[in-house]
């Protein structure tokens, strides 16, 4: 997918989170976070899979297709939402969206906290892997800038 479409797409998946952040506040649970973004995603035009489940692949055997590993948020079936109302969002959440990224294959995730004063402190964006990497270089580095 080319990166200007998931910058897109990560953009209203952002709007649409500081709209429900505006509109409810922090401290609520995460289920009431999520029902509110599956609303405005939609409003918003987007495809919205909640509660995916992610099966675990180990050596060409599905070790766990039906287990506790869901996705809260697939959307245009490309990026992964995962939300957290949480005080402090910590490595352990960022390194859970990561395998989330790598075992479901998809180019990147935006691991979102509602419980902030500020929505823009608590989204991060996290890229997969090589996928990342060429994102990054063809921002960095666009065509027509004379870099190489």
């Known amino acids: 997918m080319e990166s200007h479409r998931l910058n897109d797409i990560s953009f209203l998946i952002i709007q ?19 029902a509110c973004m ?4 939609r409003q918003r035009n987007l495809t919205v899979v ?18 506790g590993y869901r996705l809260d948020l697939l959307v245009e079936n490309d990026v992964l939402v995962e939300i957290k109302a949480v005080e402090v969002l910590l490595p352990v959440h960022q390194a ?7 075992l479901t294959k998809k180019p990147i995730g935006l691991l979102v906290n509602f419980n902030v ?15 990342s990497a060429a994102l990054l270089s063809k921002q960095q580095n666009p065509p027509d800038s004379g870099l190489t």
């Open 16 to 34: 649409a989170a500081i709209e429900v952040h505006r509109t409810l506040g922090p401290g609520l649970l995460e289920s009431v976070y999520r």
């Open 38 to 41: 599956i609303y405005e995603l």
């Open 50 to 67: 909640a509660e995916q489940i992610v099966p675990i692949c180990y050596k060409d055997v599905i070790i766990d297709g039906e287990g």
């Open 96 to 102: 859970k969206l990561l395998s989330y990224l790598r």
């Open 117 to 131: 004063p500020v929505l823009v402190k608590g989204v991060k964006r996290i890229m997969n892997g090589c996928e």
